[in-house]
Nanobody, 122 residues
Framework: QVQLIESGGGVAQAGGSLTLSCAAS????????VGWFRQVPGEERGFVAA????????SYTDSVKGRFTISRDNGKKTAFLQMNGLKPEDTGVYYC???????????????WGPGTQVTVPA
């Protein structure tokens, strides 16, 4: 019932910022939690951040705490990941996912976008 597509990826200098967007189509977007995950070549997709349906609850992996902010605009059916203080290790393909709660693992999420590339050169 939900289709997702990410945008906003690109190349940013270390210490710079990018904002990723996850646009949703379908019904009942506000009833879904949204997660952001990152995947690098040869690695499993890993958790970055998650937000509850209302936007009140958020969680982050330790490596991005204080630098990344997850948010959502349910009226626009869009979730965001504001990335500040970027580091080379933030490089990867970022995916957004929707599911029945703001889970910190990938398995519970039902819907996934195709991903957007983020590159931070050393």
């Amino acid at each position: 019932q939900v289709q997702l597509i990410e945008s906003g990826g690109g190349v940013a200098q270390a210490g710079g910022s990018l904002t990723l967007s996850c646009a949703a189509s379908g019904r009942s977007f506000s009833s879904y939690g949204v997660g952001w995950f990152r995947q690098v070549p040869g690695e499993e997709r890993g958790f970055v951040a998650a937000i509850g349906g209302s936007g009140r609850q958020t969680s982050y992996t330790d490596s991005v705490k204080g630098r990344f902010t997850i948010s959502r605009d349910n009226g626009k059916k869009t979730a965001f990941l504001q990335m500040n203080g970027l580091k080379p290790e933030d490089t990867g393909v970022y995916y957004c996912a929707a599911g029945p709660g703001p889970f910190t693992s990938s398995a519970p999420y039902t819907y996934w976008g195709p991903g957007t590339q983020v590159t931070v050169p050393a």
